[in-house]
Each structure stands twice: as structure tokens, then as C-alpha cells.
């Protein structure tokens, strides 16, 4: 089992960046693959970005590609978002996720953060 706190949430104007962060405590958590979700007000949570245990995979959802990258550092137990070009659009809450399943598995997870607050001004 494995818990995990989302951090670096807040307000940017659009055209800027954010870096958010996922700390898990646990263990084997370079057994896990990480994601990120978002979901606005009124909507349905979406998928963001995934990584797999190791890092060597990385897949994306297409409005993000080229202005996001996830990533992870196993000896600090962590995966991170780094996020540019903000848009209004990517106004939501951002939730960390990891399971231990393999990288291509459907994107359903068995582990979530409580989410963190990311707002873009226009």
C-alpha cells in the first residue's frame, strides 16, 4: 500500500508554469507507476500523464503534450508535473495516482492523492 500528498498547487497567469509534486510514503515505490489527473468544475476527472516504475515511459493526454512532463525520482519516492504554458483550460484540481499494474493497463488506479489546486488566470 502506498499513500500519497500532492503539493505545489496555486495561481499562475496563463503562459506561466507550475511544478507539482507527489510524495508517497510506502514501500516499493519504484514497483508503482505514477499518474496525474485533473478535474475542473462541472467535469468529469480526466487523465493527464502517466510514467511507469522505472521512468523510461511516459505517455500524455494530447491537450498537454509538449507543455507538460512528468517524471519521478525513485530514491526520493516522488513524481513530479511540470507544467508550462498554462492556459485557463488547465484550471483544476490535480490528483497523483499509482498502481502496480504494467504500464499499458487501462488507466484505472488504485491508489490516489487528495489533490491540489491549480488556477490559471487569463
Known amino acids: 500500500q502506498v499513500q500519497l500528498v500532492e503539493s505545489g498547487g496555486g495561481l499562475v497567469q496563463a503562459g506561466g508554469s507550475l511544478r507539482l509534486s507527489c510524495a508517497a510514503s510506502?514501500?516499493?515505490?519504484?514497483?508503482?507507476?505514477m499518474a496525474w489527473f485533473r478535474q475542473a468544475p462541472g467535469k468529469e476527472r480526466e487523465f493527464v500523464a502517466t510514467i511507469s516504475s522505472s521512468g523510461a515511459r511516459t505517455l500524455y493526454e494530447d491537450s498537454v503534450k509538449g507543455r507538460f512532463t512528468i517524471s519521478r525520482d525513485n530514491a526520493k519516492n516522488t513524481a513530479y508535473l511540470q507544467m508550462n504554458s498554462l492556459t485557463p483550460d488547465d484550471t483544476g484540481a490535480y490528483y497523483c495516482?499509482?498502481?502496480?499494474?504494467?504500464?499499458?493497463?487501462?488507466?484505472?488506479?488504485?491508489?490516489w492523492g487528495q489533490g491540489t489546486q491549480v488556477t490559471v488566470s487569463s
Open positions: 510506502g514501500r516499493a515505490f519504484s514497483s508503482y507507476r
Open positions: 495516482a499509482a498502481d502496480q499494474r504494467s504500464f499499458w493497463s487501462p488507466q484505472n488506479y488504485d491508489y
